[in-house]
């Protein structure tokens, strides 16, 4: 397939005004100026989709969601956090099969896709049939499904970490499986203490298939380090969680931590030290009243600062190009300075860095060698009139419902309409259930 005569952006810095994209099986295998890769590619029998008036971008990855919570969204907003998840989400959530939990993600995934998400990672509760994955699989979606892990349940959640890496790690060249310990206040530190070991055999046994990492929620909530000292009578040294995580040998260019909003100096120190991913969800982090992530000293520091929306239940959508934006805008009134977080390299943290951080070194960048997922956007519109920064368009201006064309693995997912799914099934199926799950948590009317 070869995609020509589109403003294609490689990465957060190069950009061709008139350039194509040359796509074989899976694989991204040529990109440069319209002409010289049509010169290159002449009477090669490539399918062609001409992008004029389009712009051409890797697909964003959403590095942080709980995305069967699509089924939640909007059921309960503006309460406090532990309210939230006690009277509302978890009797609700126990009533969730693996069937529930499949839709959910099938349902996200088509959000995904249509707002030009290629990859999310999404950490939830699994069941071997019916699971997230199959859900992502089912709508064409790439993603890296977290299997929970709580201290309570420590034995079953490893269990099925090992079921899931055996069933769905690697399939249809989509689908990772990753540790997903939910946060150190549900974590103990025996639990901890045992990650490092199954994350090295995980990786061992199945890393030719993609490596394995593992991915946490840190510091999201400013209470966090007197409860785990409450809870499990354990000394947080300084006040720094990264202090504590490091005892376990857990931290490494393999951990993901969303959040990271109530960090101080030792704890930034760390995360530049052992090379810690950071996953920062601007949207969730307002709405849940939490506070948000000093990016711009993150990034300053070298430290590769991802995008994610988290649950649904929670943002209430999975639309990257709005999480963008508030990335963008959130830390430029704190720091009095408007060129904090700048429009490209907030791209690149959409792109590139989310990439990396869910273990892809061939991912998030227009480059031959790296896998083809690519989105195309309409730019012939009143609000992407004129361009002067391509970076500044689609950070500020463009919105999720340009996306046009999506492909994802080298397939074309997304047309004008999804390719491998029915929207108004998948629609009426969710609809029908919720009814049922809210007869059942007794909220029905
Ligand atoms: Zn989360």
Same mark, same amino acid.
């Given at each position: 397939?070869?995609?020509?005569?589109?403003?294609?952006?490689?990465?957060?810095?190069?950009?061709?005004?008139?350039?194509?994209?040359?796509?074989?099986?899976?694989?991204?295998?040529?990109?440069?100026?319209?002409?010289?890769?049509?010169?290159?590619?002449?009477?090669?029998?490539?399918?062609?989709?001409?992008?004029?008036?389009?712009?051409?971008?890797?697909?964003?990855?959403?590095?942080?969601?709980?995305?069967?919570?699509?089924?939640?969204?909007?059921?309960?907003?503006?309460?406090?956090?532990?309210?939230?998840?006690?009277?509302?989400?978890?009797?609700?959530?126990?009533?969730?099969?693996? &069937?529930?939990?499949?839709?959910?993600?099938?349902?996200?995934?088509?959000?995904?896709?249509?707002?030009?998400?290629?990859?999310?990672?999404?950490? *939830?509760?699994?069941?071997?049939?019916?699971?997230?994955?199959?859900?992502?699989?089912?709508?064409?979606?790439?993603?890296?499904?977290?299997?929970?892990?709580?201290?309570?349940?420590?034995?079953?959640?490893?269990?099925?970490?090992?079921?899931?890496?055996?069933?769905?790690?690697?399939?249809?060249?989509?689908?990772?499986?990753?540790?997903?310990?939910?946060?150190?206040?549900?974590?103990?530190?025996?639990?901890?203490?045992?990650?490092?070991?199954?994350?090295?055999?995980?990786?061992?046994?199945?890393?030719?298939?993609?490596?394995?990492?593992?991915?946490?929620?840190?510091?999201?909530?400013?209470? &966090? @380090?007197?409860?785990?000292?409450?809870?499990? @009578?354990?000394?947080?040294?300084?006040?720094?969680?990264?202090?504590?995580?490091?005892?376990?040998?857990?931290?490494?260019?393999?951990?993901?931590?969303?959040?990271?909003?109530?960090?101080?100096?030792?704890?930034?120190?760390?995360?530049?030290?052992?090379?810690?991913?950071?996953?920062?969800?601007?949207?969730?982090?307002?709405?849940?009243?939490?506070?948000?992530?000093?990016?711009?000293?993150?990034?300053?520091?070298?430290?590769?600062?991802?995008?994610?929306?988290?649950?649904?239940?929670?943002?209430?959508?999975?639309?990257?190009?709005?999480?963008?934006?508030?990335?963008?805008?959130?830390?430029?009134?704190?720091?009095?300075?408007?060129?904090?977080?700048?429009?490209?390299?907030?791209?690149?943290?959409?792109?590139? +860095?989310?990439?990396?951080?869910?273990? +892809?070194?061939?991912?998030?960048?227009?480059?031959?060698? *790296?896998?083809?997922?690519?989105?195309?956007?309409?730019?012939?519109?009143?609000?992407?009139?004129?361009?002067?920064?391509?970076?500044?368009?689609?950070?500020?201006?463009?919105?999720?419902?340009?996306?046009?064309?999506?492909?994802?693995?080298?397939?074309?997912?997304?047309?004008?309409?999804?390719?491998?799914?029915?929207?108004?099934?998948?629609?009426?199926?969710?609809?029908?259930?919720?009814?049922?799950?809210?007869?059942?948590?007794?909220?029905?009317?």
């Amino acid at each position: 397939m070869i995609i020509k005569n589109g403003w294609i952006v490689v990465d957060y810095i190069r950009n061709y005004r008139d350039g194509a994209v040359v796509i074989e099986d899976d694989k991204i295998v040529d990109v440069g100026p319209t002409e010289d890769v049509l010169r290159r590619h002449s009477g090669s029998g490539h399918d062609v989709i001409d992008a004029r008036d389009k712009i051409v971008i890797p697909g964003l990855v959403n590095s942080h969601t709980h995305i069967s919570m699509t089924l939640l969204r909007g059921y309960a907003d503006d309460l406090p956090l532990q309210e939230w998840l006690e009277k509302w989400i978890w009797p609700f959530e126990a009533n969730l099969t693996g &069937e529930d939990i499949e839709l959910g993600a099938l349902l996200g995934a088509l959000e995904s896709i249509r707002f030009g998400t290629t990859t999310v990672y999404s950490m *939830y509760h699994y069941h071997p049939g019916h699971n997230e994955a199959s859900g992502l699989i089912k709508a064409g979606l790439r993603g890296v499904i977290g299997i929970a892990i709580f201290h309570w349940s420590r034995d079953k959640n490893i269990k099925m970490f090992w079921d899931a890496m055996g069933r769905w790690h690697g399939r249809d060249g989509l689908i990772k499986v990753s540790l997903g310990p939910h946060a150190p206040y549900t974590v103990d530190p025996e639990t901890w203490m045992r990650l490092p070991e199954i994350l090295n055999e995980a990786n061992e046994r199945y890393g030719d298939r993609g490596r394995v990492i593992i991915s946490s929620h840190i510091a999201e909530d400013w209470r &966090e @380090n007197e409860l785990i000292r409450d809870k499990f @009578n354990v000394d947080i040294p300084g006040g720094s969680i990264f202090r504590y995580l490091e005892k376990f040998n857990i931290l490494s260019g393999d951990f993901l931590a969303a959040h990271c909003i109530h960090l101080n100096q030792v704890d930034l120190d760390l995360i530049h030290k052992y090379s810690v991913g950071v996953a920062h969800n601007p949207v969730a982090n307002l709405k849940l009243g939490m506070g948000f992530a000093d990016t711009p000293k993150m990034l300053e520091k070298g430290i590769r600062v991802s995008l994610g929306t988290d649950g649904p239940a929670s943002n209430n959508t999975l639309d990257m190009f709005e999480t963008m934006k508030f990335a963008a805008l959130i830390n430029k009134p704190i720091k009095r300075d408007p060129s904090v977080t700048p429009a490209n390299i907030v791209f690149r943290m959409a792109t590139e +860095y989310g990439a990396l951080n869910l273990g +892809y070194n061939d991912l998030g960048i227009l480059k031959p060698g *790296y896998k083809a997922d690519v989105v195309i956007l309409d730019r012939r519109k009143p609000h992407l009139t004129p361009v002067y920064d391509i970076y500044s368009h689609l950070v500020y201006a463009a919105r999720s419902m340009d996306v046009e064309t999506v492909i994802i693995n080298g397939r074309i997912v997304y047309d004008g309409g999804f390719v491998n799914t029915s929207l108004d099934d998948v629609i009426s199926r969710v609809e029908n259930r919720v009814y049922e799950l809210l007869e059942k948590v007794g909220k029905g009317d």
